[in-house]
């Protein structure tokens, strides 16, 4: 069983920037493909970034440009650099780690973007 960990959320002004940080337990991190989720209340939960096991990544169109998912795999971290925050960013973030067989979240993180 992996377990996840979130961590670096807050409060933040807007045009301010956080780094989320997914930590993973266990040994075969390097396999996972490693996703950042967001949901507000009343709504779906959304994809956000994605990076897979080759460090190919991917990004909703509404954070292009300002958000950078990487992973350091020596770590057992997948990061989310969130740059140019905006109001509407403000959501609770879940890590998922996956392969085809296994599926993993974390308890998800707030990240309120507020003056």
């Known amino acids: 069983q992996v377990q996840v960990v979130e961590s670096g959320g807050g409060l933040v002004q807007p045009g301010g920037s956080l780094r989320l940080s997914c930590v993973a337990s266990?040994?075969?991190?390097?396999?996972?493909?490693g996703t950042w989720y967001r949901q507000t209340p009343g709504k779906q939960r959304e994809l956000v970034a994605t990076?897979?096991?080759?460090?190919?990544?991917h990004y909703v169109d509404s954070v292009k440009g300002r958000f950078t998912i990487s992973r350091d795999n020596t770590k057992n971290t997948v990061y989310l650099q969130m740059n140019s925050l905006k109001p509407d960013d403000t959501a609770v973030y879940y890590c998922n780690l996956h392969t085809t067989t296994n599926n993993y979240w974390g308890q998800g993180t707030q990240v309120t973007v507020s003056s």
């Open positions: 266990g040994s075969i991190f390097s396999i996972y493909t």
């Open positions: 990076i897979t096991s080759d460090s190919m990544t």
